[in-house]
């Protein structure tokens, strides 16, 4: 039997252009941590989700780019000797692009990027940028 869990990340909907990957990675790594039965004995024993043996992850679009940063922080985990981002058993990887590699392409990307550059030399690296700089206009 199989379950298909569609996690809801802090890039996710509204929360796009606002996080890194490596927030999504946390993400990630507690829903897994928690799906392999992770926590105490008493947060298992209240949790309503059954343990999971195995887990994969599956990524498309922009997914794959998380998905590749969660087996880069599982690997290097490993690496360093800790235990910290658990691992998983499969990565599937469905029509793989990078945001910014398009972005670069379009004609308004360095009128943006000095537009961001400005707001971090004011100590204004927190400030989100309009909305119209955003690649697809939204």
């Known amino acids: 039997a199989y379950t298909l869990i569609q ?3 802090r890039s996710s909907y509204s ?3 606002t996080c890194a ?8 790594a507690m829903l897994i941590a928690h799906l392999k039965g992770g926590g105490t004995a008493a947060e298992r024993a209240s949790s309503k989700l ?3 043996g195995k887990v994969a992850l599956a990524g498309h679009s922009t997914g794959c780019q998380i998905s590749v940063a ?23 990887l469905q029509a793989p692009v ?16 000095e537009r961001a550059r400005a707001l971090v030399l ?4 927190d400030e989100c940028m309009r909305r119209a700089d955003n690649y697809d206009g939204t």
């Open 15 to 17: 929360g796009y252009g």
């Open 98 to 113: 990078s945001d910014r590699e398009y972005a670069e392409t379009l004609p308004g990307t360095a009128d943006a990027l």
């Open 50 to 52: 059954p343990v999971f």
């Open 70 to 92: 969660y087996a880069r922080a599982v690997k290097e985990g490993a690496a360093a000797g800790g235990d910290g981002t658990p691992s998983v058993d499969a990565v599937v």
């Open 7 to 9: 996690p809801l990340l």
């Open 122 to 125: 004011a100590g204004d690296k």
């Open 21 to 28: 990957l490596t927030d999504d990675v946390e993400d990630l």
